[in-house]
């Protein structure tokens, strides 16, 4: 086998790597790493497994013909120069979140672009989902929302009822 032949056989088994990581994650944050020593980028990776998520460093090309085989949005534009790839299993937020933290604290690792469903995120909307409140902070106050309507709907029944005079006799 020529050393060609190899070669393309090893890039297609990276990306078809790098694409089955692309399906089976909801979501891909596109960094830049540039700058980010081999301390700080452990420690990001581990704080990024916390939160359900994994940073990887891959070729861009590789990149790109992975996310155009899987069917997702072209953002070659945004590869180039030092890429990291940031994956998860389910939460985009969290994630978005340790790499805000880190960002502001190492003022390296600014986000390119991402995909989120199928679509492209511009690295505004990365940051705001990453200053979003916890999940469970969002779904405590969605229920103190539907609680507090319940409670007011309840408020004006005890109003009516006690308007027209209390519990109505029934005539035996």
Do not use: H
Not at 14 to 35: E, H, M, R, T
Not at 86 to 104: L, P, Q, R, W, Y
Not at 159 to 164: G, L, P, R
């Amino acid at each position: 086998m020529s050393s060609e032949k190899k070669m393309n056989a090893d890039k297609a088994v990276i990306i078809d790597a790098l694409q089955a990581k692309v399906n089976a994650s909801p979501f891909l944050i596109v960094i830049d790493y540039a700058g980010i020593t081999v301390p700080e980028f452990t420690e990001l990776r581990a704080n990024l497994a916390a939160a359900g998520a994994s940073c990887m460093v891959a070729k861009n090309s590789y990149m790109t013909k992975a996310l155009s085989e899987a069917g997702l949005p072209d953002i070659s534009a945004a590869l180039k120069g030092q890429t990291a790839y940031v994956m998860g299993e389910s939460d985009v937020c969290a994630a978005a979140k340790v790499i805000n933290t880190f960002a502001k604290k190492s003022k390296k690792a600014p986000y390119k672009t991402g995909i989120l469903d199928g679509a492209q995120l511009e690295p505004a909307k990365l940051q705001a989902l990453g200053d979003l409140p916890a999940r469970e902070v969002l779904l405590a106050t969605l229920l103190g929302t539907i609680n507090g309507a319940g409670a007011a709907l309840a408020r004006v029944i005890q109003a009516y009822v006690d308007k027209e005079g209390g519990s109505q006799e029934t005539a035996e």
